[in-house]
């Protein structure tokens, strides 16, 4: 029982480790004082790219507005106005249910070496292309890259207010090539399409689109 007793005082007298001792990190564990620095550089850049991304669409809808063509502007509509029923021969239909024809074809750039349609290339490759949209009922055109007097860049397969389907037909596209897309009114109704509502319910929209380059990754 002694013996018992004065182990245990021995253990007692035994002065402890400091809590600095006992909380420090083993060699093979790294410090965990910068972790906090890190999170905070992390947050700050996903703010910082927020506040990027929140800005470029502000421009964007800013910018799509140099696209408008006056009302009164009837220089560049079509001579027809075109039906969905009853499309010349040589039209094709993607599973979307927009109708594209091949006005040019092109091999591609052969000067930079791009030779495959932009869904080639990944992540999505940014484009440049020149259009115009016309109401498919009157053959008014409404939007051009020609009112702007600059073609319209943007990230390919990547939607936002001026895309819809119609140009994201130019992923199967070649640069230097030239299509029409036709965009039925089941696809354009209630939608905003190159920043306009649709005057009609029934209305389509026809595009003409040429691929004037692309920027892979």
Request: hydrophobic residues 45%.
């Amino acid at each position: 029982m002694a013996a018992r007793v004065v182990a245990c005082r021995a253990r007692a007298a035994t002065p402890s480790a400091p809590a600095s001792a006992r909380a420090r990190p083993s060699s093979s564990v790294p410090a965990a004082t910068s972790a906090p620095a890190n999170v905070r550089r992390r947050d700050a850049l996903r703010v910082a790219l927020l506040g990027a991304l929140m800005g470029a669409a502000d421009a964007r809808a800013a910018d799509l507005a140099s696209y408008l063509l006056d009302k009164s502007d009837r220089s560049v509509d079509l001579v027809d106005a075109m039906r969905l029923d009853d499309l010349p021969a040589g039209w094709e239909t993607l599973e979307s249910g927009v109708a594209f024809i091949v006005d040019k074809a092109s091999e591609g750039n052969a000067e930079r070496g791009i030779l495959d349609t932009v869904d080639h290339y990944i992540p999505n490759p940014f484009v440049t292309v020149s259009f115009t949209a016309y109401f498919l009922s009157d053959g008014h055109a409404f939007a051009s890259s020609a009112a702007a007097r600059r073609p319209y860049n943007y990230q390919a397969g990547v939607k936002d207010e001026v895309q819809d389907e119609a140009i994201g037909g130019v992923m199967g596209m070649k640069v230097g090539e030239r299509r029409r897309f036709i965009v039925p009114p089941e696809l354009c109704y209630k939608r905003k399409c190159f920043g306009q509502y649709l005057p009609r319910a029934d209305d389509g929209v026809l595009v003409d689109v040429e691929l004037l380059s692309l920027q892979p990754y």
